[in-house]
Nanobody, 130 residues
Framework: QVQLVESGGGLVQAGGSLRLSCAAS????????MGWFRQAPGKEREFVAT????????YYADSVKGRYTISRDNAKNAVYLQMNPLKPEDTAVYYC???????????????????????WGQGTQVTVSS
């Protein structure tokens, strides 16, 4: 089992940047595929980005492609989300999620599906002002 704790959220002006971090507990972090999701006020939670266990493969939602970068450091049990430039529509609670026991081929098929992820953090608020 793994516990996830997000940090790095805050208030930023449009065009600015933030770097979210997700710290994971457990000795098997390197075996988990990791993802970021977000939920804006009044909307359903949506997929943002994901990275496979090794960091060698990433995938992004169209809405953030070219602006966000997901990365991980398995030695530090951490995954990151660099966001730049931010837009007001990026305002949301951002969640870190993990999935284990899934082959890379299945991860490719399910990587943007919320129900595929086994573990979730509590979320961190990102607010982008116009």
């Amino acid at each position: 089992q793994v516990q996830l704790v997000e940090s790095g959220g805050g208030l930023v002006q449009a065009g600015g940047s933030l770097r979210l971090s997700c710290a994971a507990s457990g000795r098997t972090f390197s075996s988990y595929h990791m993802g970021w999701f977000r939920q804006a006020p009044g909307k359903e939670r949506e997929f943002v980005a994901t990275i496979n266990w090794s960091g060698g493969s990433t995938y992004y939602a169209d809405s953030v492609k070219g602006r966000y970068t997901i990365s991980r450091d398995n030695a530090k049990n951490a995954v990151y989300l660099q966001m730049n430039p931010l837009k007001p529509e990026d305002t949301a609670v951002y969640y870190c999620a993990a999935v284990a026991g899934v082959s890379t081929s299945n991860w490719v098929r399910l990587r943007a599906v919320q129900s595929a992820y086994d573990y979730w953090g509590q979320g961190t608020q990102v607010t982008v002002s116009s």
